[in-house]
Each structure stands twice: as structure tokens, then as C-alpha cells.
């Protein structure tokens, strides 16, 4: 099984940037399409933005389109979510996930532990 460890969360204001990232280990990360999905409190994890196996494919949330970017190096084993223009309701707990059906269903056995973002003034 893979292991995710999500880490970059903070506190920013809005209109700030942070960059999340995503540590796999695991023998075939490189095989996987990874998202990254985010859940605020009282509401469902929401999908966020999804990148295939080779990283030529990617897809966003019409919420995060021209703000959010994400990328992977699988040398390292590692995807990355790049925030920019960040707003209050970019708020959540961000998570990462294996993909397994294109573009944002995500497996139910491979999730890290989440990191805190939160868009305050």
C-alpha cells in the first residue's frame, strides 16, 4: 500500500499563495493518478484538483480553475498543489488520494492524515 503525508498548510491571508505537498511511499507511486480533495468543517470533502499517472493530464474543481495548480515529481514520489489567490472559503483540510477512476474518484484505502489551510484577514 501506499502511504501519503500531506504537509505546507498554514495560515494566510487571502489573496496569499501556499504551496501543499504530497510525500508517497510506496513501490508505484509513478503508476497512480493522484487529487487532492479538501473538506471544511460541517460540509463533505469536496474534490479539488486530480493529475494522472505521467502528470500530462490534470483536472480542477470549477472553484479552484485559474487559482490552483497542481504538479508532481515522481522522482521524489511527491505531488504538490499550488494555491494562489487564495479566498476565505479555500478554508479546509486538504487531503491527498490515489485516484483510481479519472478524473476525481478517489481510492477509499490510500488518504494521508490532511494539512490545515485557513484563509484569514
Known amino acids: 500500500q501506499v502511504q501519503l503525508v500531506e504537509s505546507g498548510g498554514g495560515l494566510v491571508q487571502p489573496g496569499g499563495s501556499l504551496r501543499l505537498s504530497c510525500a508517497a511511499s510506496g513501490r508505484s507511486f509513478s503508476n497512480y493518478a493522484m487529487g487532492w480533495f479538501r473538506q471544511a468543517p460541517g460540509k463533505e470533502r469536496e474534490f479539488v484538483a486530480a493529475i494522472n499517472a505521467n502528470g500530462r493530464l490534470k483536472f480542477y474543481a470549477d472553484s479552484v480553475k485559474g487559482r490552483f495548480t497542481i504538479f508532481r515529481d515522481n522522482a521524489e514520489n511527491t505531488v504538490y498543489l499550488q494555491m494562489n489567490s487564495l479566498k476565505p472559503e479555500d478554508t479546509a483540510v486538504y487531503y491527498c488520494?490515489?485516484?483510481?477512476?479519472?478524473?476525481?474518484?478517489?481510492?477509499?484505502?490510500?488518504w494521508g492524515q490532511g494539512t490545515q489551510v485557513t484563509v484569514s484577514s
Open positions: 488520494a490515489v485516484i483510481i477512476t479519472w478524473p476525481y474518484t478517489p481510492s477509499g484505502d490510500y
